[in-house]
């Protein structure tokens, strides 16, 4: 079974930089989707960005030009490269692996916490 832990989160202000990155256990396969979504309190779970095998992404409107996602090649971590921060990018961020651009994979990390705030 396909484990995922995330680190990275905290408090910034806004236009500030933050990377989540996400670990994922001895079972990950390189070919599978890896991708990041987010919760913000009172709002159903939303993704913010995929990444399949080949290259093709897939972003939240909102955070296109602004957060990346990316991959190290034969690693078994993945990232979220968030620049110019805004308050409304205040979050749960997931880490999720095996799913395509249109549906999340079975494996969850815990979650981790962003905070935008002057």
């Known amino acids: 079974q396909v484990r995922l832990v995330e680190s990275g989160g905290g408090v910034v202000q806004p236009g500030g930089s933050l990377r989540l990155s996400c670990v994922v256990s001895?079972?990950?396969?390189?070919?599978?989707?890896v991708a990041w979504y987010r919760q913000r309190v009172g709002k159903e779970r939303e993704l913010v960005a995929s990444l399949m095998f080949g290259g093709s992404r897939k972003a939240l409107e909102s955070v296109r030009g602004r957060f990346t996602i990316s991959r190290e090649n034969g690693a078994r971590t993945f990232y979220l490269q968030m620049n110019d921060l805004k308050q409304e990018d205040t979050a749960v961020y997931y880490c999720?692996?095996?799913?395509?651009?249109?549906?999340?994979?079975?494996?969850w990390g815990p979650g981790t916490q962003v905070t935008v705030s002057s």
């Open positions: 999720n692996y095996g799913g395509t651009h249109n549906r999340p994979g079975d494996a």
């Open positions: 001895d079972d990950y396969r390189g070919s599978e989707t």
